[in-house]
Protein backbone atom coordinates (compact mmCIF):
# COMPACT_ATOMS: atom_id res chain seq x y z
CA UNK A 1 0.00 0.00 0.00
CA UNK A 2 1.55 3.13 -0.99
CA UNK A 3 0.66 6.09 1.25
CA UNK A 4 3.03 8.65 -0.36
CA UNK A 5 2.19 11.69 -2.13
CA UNK A 6 4.56 13.66 -4.98
CA UNK A 7 2.82 17.12 -5.61
CA UNK A 8 4.96 19.60 -8.35
CA UNK A 9 8.46 17.26 -7.47
CA UNK A 10 8.24 17.02 -3.68
CA UNK A 11 7.04 13.64 -1.55
CA UNK A 12 5.48 13.09 1.45
CA UNK A 13 5.30 9.78 3.10
CA UNK A 14 1.55 10.21 3.67
CA UNK A 15 -0.90 12.94 2.74
CA UNK A 16 -1.29 13.99 6.29
CA UNK A 17 0.16 17.69 7.12
CA UNK A 18 0.07 19.74 10.41
CA UNK A 19 -2.73 22.69 9.27
CA UNK A 20 -1.75 26.26 9.60
CA UNK A 21 -2.36 27.97 12.80
CA UNK A 22 -2.59 25.13 15.10
CA UNK A 23 0.24 24.45 17.05
CA UNK A 24 3.30 25.22 14.50
CA UNK A 25 5.29 27.93 15.90
CA UNK A 26 8.64 26.65 16.22
CA UNK A 27 11.06 24.43 14.46
CA UNK A 28 11.02 21.81 17.39
CA UNK A 29 6.96 21.69 17.67
CA UNK A 30 7.51 20.81 13.65
CA UNK A 31 9.50 18.26 14.12
CA UNK A 32 7.32 16.92 17.52
CA UNK A 33 4.62 16.77 14.81
CA UNK A 34 6.74 14.59 12.38
CA UNK A 35 7.77 12.63 15.24
CA UNK A 36 3.89 11.94 15.79
CA UNK A 37 3.40 10.96 12.32
CA UNK A 38 2.48 13.70 9.78
CA UNK A 39 3.82 14.06 6.46
CA UNK A 40 4.40 17.76 6.44
CA UNK A 41 3.89 20.57 8.50
CA UNK A 42 2.83 23.89 7.82
CA UNK A 43 3.84 26.79 9.59
CA UNK A 44 1.73 29.28 11.25
CA UNK A 45 1.15 32.51 9.51
CA UNK A 46 4.35 34.11 8.92
CA UNK A 47 4.37 38.21 9.07
CA UNK A 48 6.91 40.39 7.44
CA UNK A 49 7.26 42.07 10.18
CA UNK A 50 6.13 41.70 14.13
CA UNK A 51 2.02 41.72 14.05
CA UNK A 52 0.30 41.29 17.73
CA UNK A 53 -2.59 39.26 18.10
CA UNK A 54 -5.52 38.96 19.92
CA UNK A 55 -6.03 39.05 23.74
CA UNK A 56 -7.49 35.54 25.38
CA UNK A 57 -9.71 33.79 25.35
CA UNK A 58 -8.86 33.51 21.62
CA UNK A 59 -9.34 29.62 21.38
CA UNK A 60 -12.50 28.15 22.91
CA UNK A 61 -14.05 24.61 22.22
CA UNK A 62 -16.86 22.74 22.42
CA UNK A 63 -17.42 18.82 21.63
CA UNK A 64 -19.16 20.20 18.54
CA UNK A 65 -17.05 22.87 17.59
CA UNK A 66 -13.73 25.28 18.57
CA UNK A 67 -14.22 29.01 17.86
CA UNK A 68 -10.72 30.73 17.09
CA UNK A 69 -9.54 34.29 17.30
CA UNK A 70 -6.00 33.75 17.75
CA UNK A 71 -5.28 36.70 15.80
CA UNK A 72 -2.38 35.77 13.39
CA UNK A 73 0.33 36.83 15.81
CA UNK A 74 3.44 36.32 14.53
CA UNK A 75 7.15 37.79 15.54
CA UNK A 76 8.17 38.51 11.49
CA UNK A 77 10.37 37.12 8.78
CA UNK A 78 13.76 37.40 11.20
CA UNK A 79 12.44 35.04 13.64
CA UNK A 80 11.26 32.70 10.91
CA UNK A 81 14.37 32.82 9.48
CA UNK A 82 16.11 31.20 12.63
CA UNK A 83 13.41 28.66 13.21
CA UNK A 84 12.62 27.36 9.95
CA UNK A 85 16.69 27.56 9.15
CA UNK A 86 16.76 25.38 12.27
CA UNK A 87 14.36 22.74 11.06
CA UNK A 88 15.82 22.64 7.83
CA UNK A 89 19.33 21.23 9.29
CA UNK A 90 17.05 18.20 10.21
CA UNK A 91 14.30 18.07 7.99
CA UNK A 92 12.00 15.27 8.66
CA UNK A 93 9.15 15.85 6.34
CA UNK A 94 8.33 19.16 4.00
CA UNK A 95 7.51 22.58 5.19
CA UNK A 96 5.10 24.49 3.61
CA UNK A 97 5.35 27.87 4.65
CA UNK A 98 2.16 29.88 5.18
CA UNK A 99 2.52 33.74 4.83
CA UNK A 100 0.16 36.75 5.28
CA UNK A 101 -0.03 40.12 4.74
CA UNK A 102 -2.02 43.25 4.91
CA UNK A 103 -1.31 44.68 1.57
CA UNK A 104 -0.82 43.37 -2.17
CA UNK A 105 2.29 45.09 -1.92
CA UNK A 106 3.46 43.71 1.00
CA UNK A 107 2.49 40.08 0.32
CA UNK A 108 4.98 40.37 -2.44
CA UNK A 109 7.71 41.12 0.35
CA UNK A 110 6.41 38.93 2.28
CA UNK A 111 7.05 35.63 0.08
CA UNK A 112 10.23 37.26 -1.22
CA UNK A 113 11.59 37.27 2.65
CA UNK A 114 10.47 33.54 2.83
CA UNK A 115 11.43 32.02 -0.10
CA UNK A 116 14.85 32.70 0.36
CA UNK A 117 14.56 30.31 3.55
CA UNK A 118 13.75 27.30 1.03
CA UNK A 119 10.40 26.07 2.11
CA UNK A 120 8.77 22.89 0.05
CA UNK A 121 5.89 25.15 -0.91
CA UNK A 122 4.06 28.72 -0.11
CA UNK A 123 0.82 28.96 1.01
CA UNK A 124 -0.50 32.17 1.04
CA UNK A 125 -2.92 33.30 3.63
CA UNK A 126 -6.08 35.31 2.17
CA UNK A 127 -9.01 33.90 3.98
CA UNK A 128 -8.29 34.49 7.69
CA UNK A 129 -11.75 35.58 9.15
CA UNK A 130 -10.77 36.69 12.20
CA UNK A 131 -8.29 39.71 11.62
CA UNK A 132 -11.59 42.07 9.86
CA UNK A 133 -11.65 44.90 11.88
CA UNK A 134 -8.23 45.10 11.70
CA UNK A 135 -7.89 44.67 7.82
CA UNK A 136 -11.28 44.69 6.43
CA UNK A 137 -12.81 41.76 4.28
CA UNK A 138 -10.15 39.04 3.68
CA UNK A 139 -8.38 39.06 -0.55
CA UNK A 140 -9.94 35.76 -0.38
CA UNK A 141 -13.66 37.28 -0.96
CA UNK A 142 -13.09 38.82 -4.14
CA UNK A 143 -11.46 36.67 -7.21
CA UNK A 144 -9.95 40.09 -8.28
CA UNK A 145 -7.96 40.88 -5.28
CA UNK A 146 -7.35 37.08 -5.03
CA UNK A 147 -5.87 37.02 -8.24
CA UNK A 148 -3.87 40.25 -7.68
CA UNK A 149 -2.32 38.73 -4.76
CA UNK A 150 -1.45 35.53 -6.74
CA UNK A 151 0.67 37.38 -9.13
CA UNK A 152 2.47 39.61 -6.47
CA UNK A 153 3.82 36.28 -4.81
CA UNK A 154 4.30 34.25 -8.34
CA UNK A 155 6.21 37.19 -9.50
CA UNK A 156 8.85 36.72 -6.69
CA UNK A 157 8.14 32.81 -5.93
CA UNK A 158 10.95 31.70 -7.94
CA UNK A 159 10.82 27.94 -8.29
CA UNK A 160 8.42 27.54 -4.99
CA UNK A 161 5.02 26.53 -5.50
CA UNK A 162 2.08 28.62 -4.42
CA UNK A 163 -0.91 27.30 -3.05
CA UNK A 164 -3.42 30.06 -2.56
CA UNK A 165 -5.38 29.47 0.53
CA UNK A 166 -8.87 30.11 0.13
CA UNK A 167 -12.20 31.03 2.05
CA UNK A 168 -15.24 28.91 2.42
CA UNK A 169 -17.53 32.60 2.93
CA UNK A 170 -17.90 33.10 -0.48
CA UNK A 171 -20.67 32.78 -2.67
CA UNK A 172 -18.30 30.92 -5.51
CA UNK A 173 -15.13 29.34 -4.37
CA UNK A 174 -14.97 27.77 -8.17
CA UNK A 175 -14.41 31.23 -9.61
CA UNK A 176 -12.10 32.63 -7.39
CA UNK A 177 -9.99 29.51 -7.98
CA UNK A 178 -9.84 29.47 -11.23
CA UNK A 179 -8.83 33.57 -11.24
CA UNK A 180 -5.76 32.55 -8.61
CA UNK A 181 -4.82 29.57 -11.29
CA UNK A 182 -5.28 32.38 -14.68
CA UNK A 183 -2.57 34.58 -12.21
CA UNK A 184 -0.80 31.63 -12.04
CA UNK A 185 -1.09 29.54 -9.04
CA UNK A 186 0.60 25.88 -8.33
CA UNK A 187 -2.16 24.70 -6.07
CA UNK A 188 -5.12 25.53 -3.87
CA UNK A 189 -5.07 25.15 0.37
CA UNK A 190 -9.09 24.62 1.35
CA UNK A 191 -10.78 25.12 3.69
CA UNK A 192 -10.19 28.24 5.95
CA UNK A 193 -12.11 28.35 9.23
CA UNK A 194 -15.93 29.12 8.06
CA UNK A 195 -18.33 31.77 9.93
CA UNK A 196 -16.77 33.70 11.92
CA UNK A 197 -19.02 32.57 14.68
CA UNK A 198 -19.71 34.24 18.30
CA UNK A 199 -20.45 32.76 21.75
CA UNK A 200 -21.57 34.72 24.40
CA UNK A 201 -21.43 33.89 28.28
CA UNK A 202 -25.01 33.28 30.23
CA UNK A 203 -24.22 35.02 33.39
CA UNK A 204 -22.04 38.39 32.15
CA UNK A 205 -23.68 38.34 28.63
CA UNK A 206 -20.68 38.88 27.05
CA UNK A 207 -18.82 37.31 23.94
CA UNK A 208 -16.57 35.09 25.34
CA UNK A 209 -13.68 36.01 22.35
CA UNK A 210 -11.82 39.25 23.36
CA UNK A 211 -12.27 39.46 19.33
CA UNK A 212 -15.72 38.86 19.87
CA UNK A 213 -16.19 36.20 16.65
CA UNK A 214 -13.70 34.03 15.70
CA UNK A 215 -12.99 31.18 12.96
CA UNK A 216 -15.42 27.79 12.94
CA UNK A 217 -13.61 24.65 12.78
CA UNK A 218 -14.55 21.15 13.77
CA UNK A 219 -15.89 17.78 12.87
CA UNK A 220 -18.64 19.76 11.91
CA UNK A 221 -17.04 21.93 9.42
CA UNK A 222 -16.11 19.05 7.20
CA UNK A 223 -19.58 18.75 5.02
CA UNK A 224 -18.87 22.49 3.82
CA UNK A 225 -14.79 21.71 3.13
CA UNK A 226 -15.74 18.62 0.63
CA UNK A 227 -17.92 20.93 -1.46
CA UNK A 228 -15.79 23.78 -1.19
CA UNK A 229 -12.85 20.91 -2.60
CA UNK A 230 -15.08 19.76 -4.88
CA UNK A 231 -15.87 23.23 -6.30
CA UNK A 232 -12.61 23.92 -6.54
CA UNK A 233 -11.63 21.04 -8.72
CA UNK A 234 -14.15 21.20 -11.01
CA UNK A 235 -13.23 24.60 -11.97
CA UNK A 236 -10.10 24.00 -12.00
CA UNK A 237 -10.20 20.91 -14.27
CA UNK A 238 -8.69 18.84 -11.92
CA UNK A 239 -5.28 20.12 -12.94
CA UNK A 240 -3.82 22.18 -9.81
CA UNK A 241 -3.50 20.11 -6.44
CA UNK A 242 -5.57 20.75 -4.09
CA UNK A 243 -4.90 20.14 -0.10
CA UNK A 244 -8.17 19.57 1.77
CA UNK A 245 -8.46 21.01 5.16
CA UNK A 246 -11.49 21.13 7.25
CA UNK A 247 -12.65 19.39 10.08
CA UNK A 248 -11.13 16.08 9.76
CA UNK A 249 -10.66 13.32 12.67
CA UNK A 250 -10.43 9.76 11.09
CA UNK A 251 -9.16 8.42 8.15
CA UNK A 252 -12.94 8.14 6.80
CA UNK A 253 -13.08 11.62 6.87
CA UNK A 254 -9.47 12.32 5.30
CA UNK A 255 -10.28 10.28 2.47
CA UNK A 256 -13.23 11.65 1.49
CA UNK A 257 -11.44 15.11 1.30
CA UNK A 258 -9.17 13.21 -0.98
CA UNK A 259 -12.24 11.90 -3.53
CA UNK A 260 -13.50 15.41 -3.91
CA UNK A 261 -10.25 16.13 -5.15
CA UNK A 262 -7.64 16.85 -2.15
CA UNK A 263 -4.35 15.70 -2.70
CA UNK A 264 -2.70 16.31 0.72
CA UNK A 265 -4.94 16.98 4.10
CA UNK A 266 -4.95 19.03 6.47
CA UNK A 267 -5.29 18.42 10.05
CA UNK A 268 -5.46 21.02 13.09
CA UNK A 269 -8.80 20.70 15.72
CA UNK A 270 -8.23 17.45 15.51
CA UNK A 271 -5.05 17.28 17.66
CA UNK A 272 -7.27 18.10 20.27
CA UNK A 273 -9.79 16.08 20.35
CA UNK A 274 -7.24 12.89 19.35
CA UNK A 275 -4.35 13.43 20.64
CA UNK A 276 -0.94 14.83 19.26
CA UNK A 277 -0.54 11.14 17.29
CA UNK A 278 -3.39 11.86 15.38
CA UNK A 279 -1.82 11.84 12.08
CA UNK A 280 -0.07 8.52 12.98
CA UNK A 281 -4.30 7.81 13.59
CA UNK A 282 -4.75 8.95 10.52
CA UNK A 283 -2.39 7.33 8.05
CA UNK A 284 -3.18 3.64 9.79
CA UNK A 285 -7.01 4.16 9.04
CA UNK A 286 -6.49 5.29 5.86
CA UNK A 287 -4.49 2.99 5.51
CA UNK A 288 -6.64 -0.06 6.45
CA UNK A 289 -9.52 1.47 4.56
CA UNK A 290 -7.52 0.83 1.22
CA UNK A 291 -6.20 -2.24 2.18
CA UNK A 292 -9.74 -3.91 2.99
CA UNK A 293 -10.92 -2.08 -0.52
CA UNK A 294 -7.72 -3.26 -2.60
CA UNK A 295 -6.67 -0.12 -3.17
CA UNK A 296 -2.75 0.03 -3.70
CA UNK A 297 -1.73 3.18 -4.57
CA UNK A 298 -3.60 6.13 -2.56
CA UNK A 299 -3.11 8.98 -5.14
CA UNK A 300 -5.58 7.12 -7.26
CA UNK A 301 -8.50 8.38 -5.27
CA UNK A 302 -8.17 12.13 -5.22
CA UNK A 303 -10.95 13.80 -7.17
CA UNK A 304 -12.48 10.26 -7.55
CA UNK A 305 -15.97 11.25 -6.98
CA UNK A 306 -15.60 13.30 -10.12
CA UNK A 307 -14.22 10.23 -11.98
CA UNK A 308 -17.05 7.73 -11.16
CA UNK A 309 -19.67 10.81 -11.82
CA UNK A 310 -18.47 11.64 -14.87
CA UNK A 311 -18.01 7.98 -16.09
CA UNK A 312 -21.52 7.75 -15.08
CA UNK B 1 -13.88 9.39 19.41
CA UNK B 2 -11.30 8.63 22.05
CA UNK B 3 -9.96 11.78 23.98
CA UNK B 4 -6.17 11.09 24.57
CA UNK B 5 -5.19 14.38 26.63
CA UNK B 6 -7.63 14.03 29.22
CA UNK B 7 -9.03 17.26 28.96
CA UNK B 8 -12.55 16.90 29.03
CA UNK B 9 -14.47 18.99 26.30
CA UNK B 10 -16.47 20.48 28.63
CA UNK B 11 -13.58 22.43 30.27
CA UNK B 12 -12.39 23.75 27.55
CA UNK B 13 -15.30 26.80 27.31
CA UNK B 14 -15.32 29.42 30.08
CA UNK B 15 -18.31 29.47 31.88
CA UNK B 16 -18.54 32.50 34.60
CA UNK B 17 -19.07 32.15 38.41
CA UNK B 18 -19.73 34.68 41.49
CA UNK B 19 -16.90 35.36 43.88
CA UNK B 20 -17.73 33.74 46.96
CA UNK B 21 -15.28 35.39 49.47
CA UNK B 22 -12.51 37.34 49.11
CA UNK B 23 -9.46 37.33 51.78
CA UNK B 24 -6.26 39.82 51.20
CA UNK B 25 -2.94 38.05 52.16
CA UNK B 26 -0.43 40.64 51.54
CA UNK B 27 -0.47 44.46 50.11
CA UNK B 28 -0.93 43.01 46.30
CA UNK B 29 -2.17 39.77 46.65
CA UNK B 30 -5.66 38.09 47.43
CA UNK B 31 -7.63 34.64 47.78
CA UNK B 32 -10.86 34.72 45.60
CA UNK B 33 -13.22 31.45 46.50
CA UNK B 34 -15.79 30.38 44.19
CA UNK B 35 -18.57 28.06 44.87
CA UNK B 36 -17.91 25.54 42.21
CA UNK B 37 -15.69 22.59 41.81
CA UNK B 38 -13.84 21.81 38.72
CA UNK B 39 -12.06 18.80 40.37
CA UNK B 40 -8.80 20.21 39.89
CA UNK B 41 -5.63 18.27 42.04
CA UNK B 42 -2.63 20.03 43.05
CA UNK B 43 0.00 21.72 40.46
CA UNK B 44 -2.99 22.24 37.76
CA UNK B 45 -3.78 25.27 36.45
CA UNK B 46 -7.19 26.92 35.44
CA UNK B 47 -7.41 29.45 32.70
CA UNK B 48 -9.38 32.84 34.60
CA UNK B 49 -11.43 35.29 32.60
CA UNK B 50 -12.46 38.48 33.26
CA UNK B 51 -14.68 39.84 30.94
CA UNK B 52 -14.04 42.25 28.71
CA UNK B 53 -10.98 42.67 29.78
CA UNK B 54 -8.35 39.13 29.28
CA UNK B 55 -7.95 35.70 30.23
CA UNK B 56 -4.84 33.93 32.39
CA UNK B 57 -3.78 30.78 33.35
CA UNK B 58 -3.73 30.64 37.06
CA UNK B 59 -2.68 27.59 39.15
CA UNK B 60 -5.32 26.51 42.05
CA UNK B 61 -4.59 27.39 45.45
CA UNK B 62 -7.35 24.81 46.45
CA UNK B 63 -10.33 22.94 45.20
CA UNK B 64 -12.84 20.65 46.85
CA UNK B 65 -16.09 19.99 47.29
CA UNK B 66 -16.72 23.50 49.13
CA UNK B 67 -15.14 25.21 46.23
CA UNK B 68 -12.34 26.65 43.99
CA UNK B 69 -9.68 28.62 45.52
CA UNK B 70 -7.27 31.01 42.88
CA UNK B 71 -4.26 33.28 44.49
CA UNK B 72 -3.13 35.92 42.57
CA UNK B 73 -0.37 38.58 42.20
CA UNK B 74 -1.87 42.09 41.52
CA UNK B 75 0.93 42.60 38.78
CA UNK B 76 -0.40 43.31 35.67
CA UNK B 77 -3.28 44.73 33.43
CA UNK B 78 -5.83 41.76 34.48
CA UNK B 79 -4.86 41.15 37.73
CA UNK B 80 -4.60 44.65 38.85
CA UNK B 81 -8.57 45.05 37.40
CA UNK B 82 -9.02 41.17 38.84
CA UNK B 83 -7.77 42.94 42.66
CA UNK B 84 -10.65 45.39 42.10
CA UNK B 85 -13.65 42.63 42.18
CA UNK B 86 -16.08 42.25 44.96
CA UNK B 87 -17.96 39.62 46.32
CA UNK B 88 -21.09 38.73 44.01
CA UNK B 89 -18.60 40.03 40.83
CA UNK B 90 -18.54 37.00 37.94
CA UNK B 91 -15.36 35.55 36.53
CA UNK B 92 -15.12 33.16 33.83
CA UNK B 93 -13.28 29.61 34.79
CA UNK B 94 -11.92 26.99 32.52
CA UNK B 95 -10.06 23.88 32.91
CA UNK B 96 -8.73 22.88 35.04
CA UNK B 97 -5.67 21.29 32.55
CA UNK B 98 -2.37 20.05 32.57
CA UNK B 99 0.02 17.38 34.94
CA UNK B 100 -0.33 17.36 39.11
CA UNK B 101 2.13 16.39 41.79
CA UNK B 102 1.94 12.87 42.82
CA UNK B 103 2.99 11.02 45.85
CA UNK B 104 2.82 7.94 47.34
CA UNK B 105 1.01 7.93 51.33
CA UNK B 106 3.35 8.62 54.10
CA UNK B 107 6.38 9.54 51.56
CA UNK B 108 8.87 11.98 52.69
CA UNK B 109 8.60 15.03 50.88
CA UNK B 110 10.38 18.33 50.75
CA UNK B 111 8.11 20.97 49.12
CA UNK B 112 9.90 24.32 47.60
CA UNK B 113 7.62 27.44 47.24
CA UNK B 114 8.74 30.93 45.58
CA UNK B 115 6.73 33.93 46.13
CA UNK B 116 2.76 33.08 45.53
CA UNK B 117 4.60 29.59 44.52
CA UNK B 118 3.35 28.95 48.28
CA UNK B 119 -0.60 29.14 47.54
CA UNK B 120 -0.53 25.58 44.64
CA UNK B 121 2.21 24.36 46.93
CA UNK B 122 -0.04 24.31 50.03
CA UNK B 123 -2.68 22.35 48.12
CA UNK B 124 0.16 20.01 47.26
CA UNK B 125 0.72 20.00 50.96
CA UNK B 126 -2.81 19.73 52.12
CA UNK B 127 -3.60 16.98 50.10
CA UNK B 128 0.15 15.33 51.08
CA UNK B 129 -0.40 15.69 54.78
CA UNK B 130 -4.21 13.74 54.42
CA UNK B 131 -1.90 10.99 53.02
CA UNK B 132 0.06 11.08 55.97
CA UNK B 133 3.33 11.86 54.30
CA UNK B 134 6.13 13.44 56.27
CA UNK B 135 6.47 17.46 54.81
CA UNK B 136 9.26 19.95 55.05
CA UNK B 137 8.28 22.88 53.66
CA UNK B 138 11.06 25.76 52.00
CA UNK B 139 8.92 28.46 51.41
CA UNK B 140 10.41 32.03 50.05
CA UNK B 141 10.28 35.20 49.16
CA UNK B 142 11.26 39.22 48.77
CA UNK B 143 10.77 39.82 52.28
CA UNK B 144 8.44 39.05 55.90
CA UNK B 145 5.40 40.69 54.04
CA UNK B 146 5.67 38.65 50.70
CA UNK B 147 4.88 35.42 53.04
CA UNK B 148 2.14 33.56 52.09
CA UNK B 149 0.18 30.88 53.69
CA UNK B 150 3.03 30.27 56.20
CA UNK B 151 -0.19 30.12 59.04
CA UNK B 152 -1.71 27.18 57.27
CA UNK B 153 1.17 25.58 56.41
CA UNK B 154 1.93 25.48 60.01
CA UNK B 155 -1.42 24.05 60.72
CA UNK B 156 -0.67 20.76 58.53
CA UNK B 157 0.02 18.05 60.20
CA UNK B 158 3.35 16.34 59.57
CA UNK B 159 4.52 19.44 58.34
CA UNK B 160 7.73 21.88 59.37
CA UNK B 161 8.07 25.04 57.79
CA UNK B 162 11.33 26.63 56.93
CA UNK B 163 10.78 30.61 55.75
CA UNK B 164 13.64 32.38 53.75
CA UNK B 165 13.81 35.82 52.58
CA UNK B 166 15.70 37.68 50.53
CA UNK B 167 16.39 40.55 53.17
CA UNK B 168 16.45 38.35 56.23
CA UNK B 169 13.32 39.93 57.51
CA UNK B 170 11.95 36.98 58.47
CA UNK B 171 13.83 33.29 58.86
CA UNK B 172 17.01 32.31 56.53
CA UNK B 173 18.44 35.41 55.10
CA UNK B 174 19.00 34.18 51.32
CA UNK B 175 17.20 31.50 49.06
CA UNK B 176 14.73 29.05 50.26
CA UNK B 177 16.77 26.36 48.02
CA UNK B 178 20.19 27.37 50.51
CA UNK B 179 18.15 25.99 53.57
CA UNK B 180 16.89 22.58 51.77
CA UNK B 181 20.52 22.23 50.45
CA UNK B 182 21.24 22.52 54.59
CA UNK B 183 18.51 20.07 55.50
CA UNK B 184 19.73 17.60 53.04
CA UNK B 185 23.85 17.74 54.01
CA UNK B 186 22.48 17.53 57.63
CA UNK B 187 21.26 14.27 56.67
CA UNK B 188 17.54 14.68 56.26
CA UNK B 189 16.36 12.47 53.75
CA UNK B 190 13.68 12.56 51.37
CA UNK B 191 11.85 10.79 48.53
CA UNK B 192 10.44 13.56 46.78
CA UNK B 193 11.40 17.17 46.15
CA UNK B 194 8.06 19.71 44.57
CA UNK B 195 8.82 23.39 43.64
CA UNK B 196 6.93 25.96 42.31
CA UNK B 197 8.13 29.09 42.00
CA UNK B 198 10.10 31.43 39.84
CA UNK B 199 12.38 29.59 37.25
CA UNK B 200 15.52 30.41 38.14
CA UNK B 201 15.06 28.64 41.78
CA UNK B 202 13.60 26.14 40.06
CA UNK B 203 16.74 25.64 38.39
CA UNK B 204 18.48 25.77 41.39
CA UNK B 205 15.89 22.56 42.47
CA UNK B 206 16.48 20.65 39.45
CA UNK B 207 20.03 21.25 40.60
CA UNK B 208 19.76 20.36 43.67
CA UNK B 209 17.96 17.30 43.26
CA UNK B 210 20.25 15.71 39.79
CA UNK B 211 23.33 16.82 42.68
CA UNK B 212 21.79 14.25 45.65
CA UNK B 213 19.82 11.91 43.15
CA UNK B 214 16.43 13.16 44.90
CA UNK B 215 13.82 12.72 42.03
CA UNK B 216 11.90 16.11 41.54
CA UNK B 217 8.64 17.26 40.11
CA UNK B 218 8.83 21.09 39.10
CA UNK B 219 6.40 23.30 37.96
CA UNK B 220 7.03 25.12 34.75
CA UNK B 221 5.61 28.82 33.27
CA UNK B 222 5.11 29.45 29.71
CA UNK B 223 2.31 31.80 28.00
CA UNK B 224 -0.61 29.69 27.32
CA UNK B 225 -3.35 30.91 25.00
CA UNK B 226 -5.85 27.88 24.92
CA UNK B 227 -4.40 25.86 27.73
CA UNK B 228 -5.34 22.38 25.70
CA UNK B 229 -2.81 21.18 23.46
CA UNK B 230 -4.19 23.55 20.26
CA UNK B 231 -2.38 26.95 19.96
CA UNK B 232 1.23 25.48 20.61
CA UNK B 233 2.48 28.80 22.19
CA UNK B 234 4.01 26.64 25.43
CA UNK B 235 5.91 24.84 23.39
CA UNK B 236 9.40 24.39 24.71
CA UNK B 237 12.84 23.72 22.65
CA UNK B 238 14.24 21.36 21.96
CA UNK B 239 11.37 18.65 22.57
CA UNK B 240 8.68 20.28 21.30
CA UNK B 241 6.07 19.31 23.82
CA UNK B 242 3.54 21.53 25.35
CA UNK B 243 3.63 22.82 28.81
CA UNK B 244 -0.31 23.06 29.32
CA UNK B 245 -0.46 19.25 28.67
CA UNK B 246 2.70 17.78 28.81
CA UNK B 247 3.18 20.45 31.94
CA UNK B 248 3.32 22.25 34.24
CA UNK B 249 4.63 19.61 36.68
CA UNK B 250 7.18 17.36 35.08
CA UNK B 251 9.47 15.23 36.31
CA UNK B 252 13.42 16.27 36.68
CA UNK B 253 14.31 14.27 34.30
CA UNK B 254 12.16 15.57 31.47
CA UNK B 255 13.01 18.99 32.76
CA UNK B 256 16.74 18.48 32.37
CA UNK B 257 16.10 17.81 28.50
CA UNK B 258 14.67 21.21 28.33
CA UNK B 259 17.45 23.04 26.95
CA UNK B 260 15.59 26.40 26.98
CA UNK B 261 15.12 25.69 30.69
CA UNK B 262 16.12 28.61 32.74
CA UNK B 263 17.33 29.93 30.10
CA UNK B 264 14.66 31.59 27.96
CA UNK B 265 11.11 31.99 27.19
CA UNK B 266 8.52 32.91 24.35
CA UNK B 267 6.32 35.40 24.37
CA UNK B 268 2.40 35.62 22.99
CA UNK B 269 4.37 36.07 19.38
CA UNK B 270 6.70 33.38 19.88
CA UNK B 271 9.77 35.62 20.25
CA UNK B 272 12.65 34.69 22.74
CA UNK B 273 13.14 36.68 25.81
CA UNK B 274 16.00 35.71 28.30
CA UNK B 275 15.46 35.15 32.08
Known amino acids: MNLSQTILGVTFRNPTVLASGIWGITASSWQEVARNGAGGVTTKSLWLKEHKGHKNPCI ?3 EH ?3 NAVGVPDAGVEKAKEEIGDYNKEKPVPLIANIIADSVENYGKTAAGIVELKPDFLEVNISCPNVEDEFGRPFACSAADAAAVTKAVKKVSGKVPVFIKLSPNVENIGAIALACAKAGADGFTAINTVGPGMAIDLRSRMPILSNKVGGLSGPGIKPIAVKCIADIYRATEGKLPIIGTGGVHTGEDALELMLAGATLIGIGTAIGTRGEDVFKKVTEEM ?3 CKEEGIKNIAELVGGMHKTMDNE | MTTKNNIPLESRLPKT ?14 T ?3 DVSLGAQPGQFIM ?5 VDEKPMSVAYDDEKGLKITFFAVGCMTEKLAQCKVGDLVGLRGPFGTHYEWKPR ?13 PMYFAARKASEDGCKLDVFVGARSAEHLLYIKELEDLRGATVHIATDDGSRGFRGYNVEVL ?3 IEKGNSFDQIFACGPEMMIKAVSALSADYKIPSQLSLERYMKCGYGLCGNCVVDPLGIRLCKDGPVIKNDLCQKILEFGKYHRDDLGKKHEF
Open chain 2, 17 to 30: YRIKEIRRETAKVQ
Open chain 1, 60 to 62: IST
Open chain 2, 107 to 119: QRLALVAGGYGAA
Open chain 2, 48 to 52: LWLPG
Open chain 2, 32 to 34: FTF
Open chain 1, 287 to 289: SAW
Open chain 2, 181 to 183: KQQ
Open chain 1, 65 to 67: WTL
